[in-house]
């Protein structure tokens, strides 16, 4: 049983490097470094060709070694990666984005399978500190359990002003700020659940018809979320129809929470639909996933990341924070680079410190970047799929070396591309899709025109 462990070969440590080979190795290191320097602080002082550029001193030594990026603030050689690959024109936000995204300082929320509070609040935007308070304070919303409801009010910068968590119908927990701190209190007042089906034409848009056929700004903004991979709601027709059923829970004559129970849009000759399924996700009504699936990086294979995702980078010089949107992909001239998912190229030109840069829209909530491209292949306008090669990675723009810059957005706010939540694309499977199909039909049956 007890088995021999072989002991190391002895021999093998006896190799001997004459001394002077280490010297020879030490003096080509020790003027390698002389020689880095001046060379180093030349590259990162940038002169403005034209004065309204932006006129800080560039740091956009982006691996001018390939070994990863210095980012010392302590004065002289640091290098450091672009300070922001800022493209000079913003990406154009539409109507649905101002009144489903922006002008809500209310948002309601149905838990799904793999949610924690901590990140949900995180994808809204709601105040850091706020979210500590909570979140530490009260433990037990840890418990959110998957179709729990629960909603919140924010003030206009984002900081979290109540907060209320469903358990069940007569059981609703609140959470309100007084001072810099929170308040736990719990209503267990008579919740009385209404069944109702809402219908309506497109006469002008989506958000307004739906507005005046008596569905608040959260209803929308689930609808809106729930199709978001399956339908443009922008391209809708007068004619086209929709069809909602929910259940709203009544609290007096409030409204406290909604639960949307599936949604049919009828455009043209075609039909959508969104059904809510056990698991707190929205299915088609053959079970399949409406949402889809992202890559995770832009490129056919792996590649190393020169300088990560730093929304609190410092500038060498400045010593102020300037943010890194984005993951360097250290990948060479030419290389192809891919949509990480279906969607529509809203951006695809020049644009100065960003290079060759295309962003692309990713169903409502998603965005995504991709700059200092030596070639775009794609125009404005046009629909990608996930995998299409959009452009050739370069060095144009303010990047001192080949590199590919890639961001991702989700609702407006750069996230860390190579850790953040993404969509999972699954259809529904076994026990849970025949259920599942039982409910459409009583579902769907109510959502005739
Ligand atoms: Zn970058």
Redesign the pocket.
């Known amino acids: 049983m007890a088995r021999q462990i072989k002991s190391p070969d002895i021999e093998k440590n006896n190799f001997n490097i004459p001394y002077f080979s280490i010297l020879g190795v030490l003096f080509i290191v020790i003027l390698f470094t002389i020689l880095w320097r001046p060379l180093n602080l030349d590259r990162t002082v940038y002169v403005p060709l034209t004065p309204q550029v932006e006129t800080t001193v560039n740091d956009n030594s982006h691996s001018i070694d390939d070994d990863g990026i210095v980012e010392i603030v302590n004065g002289k050689a640091a290098t450091v990666?672009?300070s922001s690959?800022v493209p000079e024109d913003e990406i154009v936000k539409d109507e649905l984005d101002d009144i489903v995204d922006d002008k809500d300082n209310s948002v309601q929320y149905t838990i799904v399978r793999g949610d924690t509070l901590h990140d949900i609040l995180i994808r809204y935007n709601v105040n850091r500190n706020d979210i500590y308070q909570l979140t530490t304070k009260f433990k037990q919303l840890a418990n959110l359990r998957i179709g729990q409801q629960i909603s919140w009010t924010t003030d206009d910068n984002h900081n979290l002003q109540t907060f209320s968590w469903t358990i069940s119908s007569n059981n609703i927990r609140i959470y309100e700020k007084s001072g810099d701190k929170f308040v736990e209190s719990s209503e267990t007042a008579e919740v009385v659940p209404q069944d109702i089906v809402i219908k309506g034409d497109i006469k002008t848009n989506f958000v307004a018809d739906a507005r005046k056929s008596g569905l608040t700004s959260n209803e929308i903004g689930i609808i809106t979320r729930a199709l978001q991979w399956r339908l443009d709601f922008r391209r809708l027709q007068v004619g086209d129809k929709f069809s909602v059923a929910l259940t709203r829970e009544m609290h007096g004559k409030n409204l406290s929470n909604s639960q949307l129970l599936g949604v049919r849009i009828k455009s043209g000759t075609k039909d959508y639909y969104a059904i809510l399924a056990d698991d707190g996700k929205y299915y088609d009504i053959s079970g399949n996933s409406l949402s889809q699936s992202f890559f995770r990086y832009p490129l056919a294979t792996k590649a190393r990341v020169s300088?990560g995702f730093n929304p609190r980078r410092l500038h060498p010089v400045t010593g102020q924070i300037a943010p890194?949107n984005?993951v360097?992909f250290a990948v060479s001239r030419g290389t192809p680079v891919l949509s990480v998912g279906n969607g529509e190229v809203v951006i695809a030109k020049y644009s100065g410190s960003a290079g060759n840069y295309i962003a692309i829209r990713h169903g409502r909530q998603y965005m995504t970047t991709y700059m200092h491209l030596d070639k775009i292949l794609v125009k404005p306008g046009q629909q990608v799929k996930q995998g299409d090669k959009i452009g050739l990675s370069g060095n144009t723009g303010r990047s001192t070396g080949p590199h590919l810059?890639f961001e991702l957005h989700i609702n407006n706010k750069p996230v860390n591309p190579l850790t953040a939540s993404l969509p999972i694309s699954e259809g529904l499977t076994g026990k849970s899709k025949k259920a599942f199909l039982s409910k459409v039909k009583s579902i769907s049956s109510q959502l005739n025109f």
Request: hydrophobic fraction near 0%; glycine fraction near 12%; avoid cysteine.
């Open positions: 990666t672009e690959d300088s890194h984005g360097d810059h």
